[in-house]
T-cell receptor, first 115, second 113 residues
């Protein structure tokens, strides 16, 4: 596709349920990032994938959060036992090499609401 | 103290005015990004710079590495420029630079006709 895509665009779930969010990066981009933006707050880094290197998980807020990436393609962010404070827009971005010198291309985000 | 600080948090202008948004950072960076986020919309990368100045249309971004400061300028502002402008730093980690972004809190810009 032409850009980064994410699905679903909106997700409403009940507290305690698991959710899975998907990101399709731009083809050929080796680096993929997940960010979170809670209502009225700034963006927060969650996790970073670069090629076959071990991911940087330093931004994951708790062990309920996990993410996987298949090769240099799709990534899924899973939130287990969701809590109301997990409500946020989850954004995915990709870039060609992830060396810090490239523009990051953002997806439209998944708006998650935990009731 | 946040690693990336923006000012002002809110900015209101009349159409045609010259606008400046400032960003200061305390981390070692490989690059400084300016992003634009429209209400209900996605995030668009405006600039990515590591030195000097870049210009695109009515937008100009500058960075002073020694002072750890960057500015985003909008000339001849227009109501369609109304958005949240976010400064973000690609940080150096353990001597290896990579693209993890540390974000400022954003500046909400409203341009009135």
């Amino acid at each position: 596709g032409a850009g980064v895509s994410q699905s679903p665009s909106n997700k409403v779930t009940e507290k305690g349920k698991d959710v899975e969010l998907r990101c399709d990066p731009i083809s050929g981009h080796t680096a993929l990032y997940w960010y979170r933006q809670r209502l009225g707050q700034g963006l927060e880094f969650l996790i970073y994938f670069q090629g076959n290197s071990a991911p940087d998980k330093s931004g994951l807020p708790s062990d309920r959060f996990s993410a996987e990436r298949t090769g240099e393609s799709v990534s899924t962010l899973t939130i287990q036992r969701t809590q109301q404070e997990d409500s946020a827009v989850y954004l995915c971005a990709s870039t060609l090499m992830g060396q810090g010198f490239e523009t990051q291309y953002f997806g439209p985000g998944t708006r998650l609401l935990v009731l | 103290k946040n690693e990336v600080e923006q000012s002002p948090q809110n900015l209101t202008a009349q159409e045609g005015e010259f606008i400046t948004i400032n960003c200061s950072y305390s981390v070692g960076i490989s690059a400084l990004h300016w992003l634009q986020q429209h209400p209900g919309g996605g995030i668009v990368s405006l600039f990515m710079l590591s030195s000097g100045k870049k210009k695109h249309g009515r937008l100009i971004a500058t960075i002073n590495i020694q002072e750890k400061h960057s500015s985003l300028h909008i000339t001849a502002s227009h109501p369609r420029d109304s958005a949240v402008y976010i400064c973000a730093a690609s940080t150096n980690a353990g001597g290896t630079s990579y693209g993890k972004l540390t974000f400022g809190q954003g500046t909400i810009l409203t341009v009135h006709p």
